[in-house]
């Protein structure tokens, strides 16, 4: 039988997709879980038994306590690193954790800075998570960051010296405030916690290949969603990393070739955290429902997200753009009792119909969904099988796959791994039954 040995999963919308509880219920199925790209401004909720486990840069894997691993492509905060690591031993489990030693860090500037650029935004605010995000790609981009194997030789080492004065600059004179006092407390947890890590961290590129040249079995866990991607979001309002399916290889240090297949990653409905274009967004009741039932609060930020129809104009956009073969619809099992359910089939500009998501803002801000309505289903009692699921819901399902032409994997129909229906046979190498 054909397996998938390597899969990407990756967000088709603006993040909040729920990767983090396809990505716990397919980790049984490979040996390493990888994150390649984002940070601490991702949330992965992960609820087992009396168990919820909510990480920020810990791949998902870690609750099975399998091998997981910290690509070079992520920027990471070691002070949130750490407490993850002790949020793991509090539950009784021993993280197996590789982190790249190329991996760039948030260092306390960045997240002093994540908030001053913001500030002087004004009106025109991303609306970011300040986990410091923006500030530290900037700098890899501008050749001036930390990198894990950097922030090891501590303050003394000669990158800390220049990255410290840059950062010092920046505040002073971009944003012409004071360098705050608390920096130099956060600066000794700091350096403790990159101390603390030392022992994970590796060639993560080379640990990689190898494992996959003896076969095991990778799975590459996407942040955010392709939406908020920086070259194919809706620029300037994204995240600052690519989060498509192809940053799984560069993020992580493996061949473009070692990857199989690419699983996407829907809601059933579309929500959105922070500012920024949303065709479909409801400003009505039923928007107001999706976000009360959906429980649609940010998971860093605690923040209400902005909640709308499906957009399956943007949805097939993010399927070309992953490659995306399969897809895993979740919280479908919000709309059950709104009737009729609407999904967003054309977008109308200036009297004219297009399919195209366009690239610049002024002209998404101003194009109106054309939708398709379609007939609801009452509340479910969480089925067991698909056959068990309404005609109604089925429908919609299939006039997703229809759309975009891609196969509906997987339906999630609640938080809990036991409420999850696998297709059988779609992803050659799922069980066939839940
Ligand atoms: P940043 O990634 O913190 O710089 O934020 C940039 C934009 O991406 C903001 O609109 C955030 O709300 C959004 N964003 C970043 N991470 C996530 C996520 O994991 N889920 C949803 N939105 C996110």
Redo the contacts with the bound molecule.
């Keep these: 039988m054909v397996t998938v040995q390597n899969l990407v999963v990756v967000g088709l919308q ?3 997709e729920g990767k983090g509880k396809v990505v716990d219920y397919l980790s049984e199925h490979f040996d390493i879980v990888v994150r390649f790209q ?1 940070g601490s ?3 992965h909720t992960v609820k087992t038994g009396d168990s919820v486990f909510k990480f920020r840069i810990i791949p998902t894997g870690a609750v099975r306590g399998l091998r997981t691993v910290i690509g070079n492509g992520v920027v990471v905060d070691p002070i949130v690193l750490t407490s993850e690591i002790d949020q793991l031993h509090s539950e009784g489990i021993e993280p197996d954790l590789l982190i790249s030693e190329r991996a760039h860090v948030i260092t306390p500037y960045h997240l002093e800075i ?1 908030s001053l650029q913001e500030a002087s935004k004004g009106n025109h605010k ?6 410091g ?2 500030p530290a790609y900037s700098d890899k981009v501008q050749r001036v960051g930390m990198r894990m194997c950097d922030a090891l030789r501590g303050r003394d080492g000669p990158q800390w010296r220049a990255f410290e004065d840059h950062a010092r600059r920046q505040i002073e004179q971009a944003y012409g405030s004071e360098v705050s006092e608390r920096l130099s407390g956060d600066l000794i947890e700091f350096f403790e916690a990159v101390d603390r890590l030392k022992p994970f961290m590796g060639d993560t590129g080379d640990s990689l290949t190898c494992a996959i040249e003896k076969g095991e079995r990778v799975l590459f866990e996407g ?3 392709t939406l ?1 991607d920086v070259d194919h979001g809706t620029y300037p ?4 990393s690519n989060c498509v399916s192809a940053a799984a290889a560069t993020g992580s240090g493996v061949s473009p070739l070692s990857i199989s297949d690419v699983l996407g990653v829907v809601k059933a409905y579309q929500t ?5 274009p949303f065709p479909t967004e409801l400003g009505d009741a039923v928007g107001t429902r999706l976000c009360t039932v959906g429980h649609e609060f ?1 998971t ?2 605690g923040r209400s997200r902005r909640c709308g129809w499906l957009d399956l104009v943007a949805l097939r956009y993010a399927v070309r753009l992953n490659g995306a073969k399969y897809l895993a619809v979740t919280k479908i099992d919000v709309l059950s009792g709104i009737n009729p359910v609407r999904v967003c089939v054309r977008y109308e500009l200036n009297g004219r119909e297009t399919q195209r998501v366009p690239p610049d803002l002024d002209t998404y801000s101003r194009v109106r969904p054309v939708y398709e309505e379609m007939s609801g289903w009452g509340e479910i009692e969480s089925p067991h099988s698909l056959d068990a699921l309404p005609r109604e819901m089925i429908d919609y399902l299939q006039f997703i796959e229809n759309y975009t032409g891609a196969r509906v994997s997987i339906v999630s129909l609640g938080p809990d791994r036991s409420e999850t229906l696998v297709v059988p046979g779609v992803i050659p190498c799922l069980p066939r039954h839940a």
């Design positions: 603006w993040g909040d984002g401004n991702a949330g994540d991303i609306g970011t998570t300040k986990r995000i923006g942040a955010q969603g908020l309002f994204v995240t600052s959105r955290v922070g500012a920024g940010g860093v930020t």
